[in-house]
């Protein structure tokens, strides 16, 4: 099977590959691991995450995009590349045309450095989207319609709230806090109250295994393993989810903050359509237990956390695919 079009939510953290007729291809972490003697790639996605940590000084794992735009080009370039040949196969001999999600806030040289890495990659064309428009189609959001809605997409690096309507963002807000900062709340929470230290690895493995954003009755416990900052020395340790969401709670306010910020600069009509239908929560984070509660006691709005959150965005990149003409207005770049 030719492969003519492809969608990537090119994440912080995570990178989803799309293509239409055949559906999720690739879902990796966005790290690369380079060899520094001659500067070439050894591993991309999973593979390269595994090496976080455990390298020796030769190799180094790099996260290539910072705050969901591009930090490193050459290693973007290799990355995205390696992203498409694993979609497209060996036997391709077409250039596919690539939807590419960036930041609600991404400024003209952050998007064409996006649009140029596609194209060396092997893009025919590169077409570029805002992350919260994409997010609301993969969450059936019908987007061109003159009703209100509101996003909050919760990735890796950002979290972007977005009220939409016809077609376009009416209001936006765009915070760099986002599961990056989660994890490192954990990494300082554990640092602080047990005097051990852990690696960004062990810290996702509690988030995914006890994190909530409010505290609960019945505590999840997660065992861990770190390095006593006294002794020098392994040591075995267990968590609650009380105590993650504690951990997690002032970077949870300002996410509340931000959507709220949002709210004050949304037209009053748009706001009774937002108050009618609730706001949907989506992204990677969006996952954390309880999110959708904690959101609506701060804030007084029903709060839904999207089917398959973490995919919204890749399933959004698959709509304008199909539909490009429909949607043309959604493209930063309309070549």
Not at 68 to 95: C, E, H, P, Q
Not at 189 to 218: C, D, F, H, M, R
Not at 282 to 287: Q, R, V
């Amino acid at each position: 099977m030719l492969v003519k079009k492809i969608g990537i939510d090119l994440g912080t953290t995570n990178t989803v590959v799309f293509v239409p007729g055949r559906g999720f291809i690739v879902n990796e972490p966005t790290i690369v691991a380079l060899s520094l003697p001659d500067n070439s790639v050894m591993a991309v996605g999973g593979e390269a995450k595994d090496m976080i940590g455990r390298t020796p000084g030769d190799i180094a794992a790099y996260r290539p995009l910072k705050d969901g735009v591009i930090a490193d080009y050459y290693i973007t370039r290799a990355m995205l590349k390696y992203f498409i040949n694993s979609a497209i196969g060996r036997w391709n001999i077409l250039k596919p045309d690539v939807v590419i999600s960036v930041p609600a806030g991404i400024t003209p040289t952050e998007r064409r450095a996006v649009v140029n890495a596609a194209r060396e990659s092997g893009a025919k064309n590169a077409y570029i989207v805002r992350e919260p428009l994409l997010a609301a189609l993969g969450a059936g959001i019908a987007i061109n319609s003159s009703s209100g809605n509101m996003i909050v997409n919760i990735g890796g690096g950002t979290s972007e709230v977005a009220v939409i309507s016809l077609g376009g963002i009416v209001c936006w807000s765009s915070l760099r806090v986002a599961g990056n900062k989660f994890d490192a709340a954990i990494i300082n929470y554990v640092k602080k109250k047990y005097s051990v230290s852990i690696g960004e690895q062990t810290a996702e493995a509690i988030k995914i295994g006890a994190g909530s954003a409010l505290p609960i009755k019945n505590k999840i416990e997660f065992q861990f393993r770190g390095r006593d900052l006294i002794s020098g020395l392994p040591k075995d340790l267990i968590i609650n989810s009380n105590e993650v969401a504690e951990a997690l709670n002032p970077y949870l306010m300002e996410i509340a903050n931000s959507i709220s910020s949002v709210f004050n600069e949304t037209p009053p009509e748009l706001v009774a359509d937002v108050m009618e239908k609730g706001v949907i929560i989506s992204g990677g984070s969006a996952g954390l237990r309880n999110i959708d509660e904690f959101f609506k006691r701060l804030l007084g709005v029903e709060m839904y956390v999207a089917e398959e959150p973490i995919l919204c965005v890749a399933k959004g990149t698959g709509v304008i695919l199909e539909h490009l003409d429909i949607y043309k207005r959604t493209l930063l770049n309309k070549n």
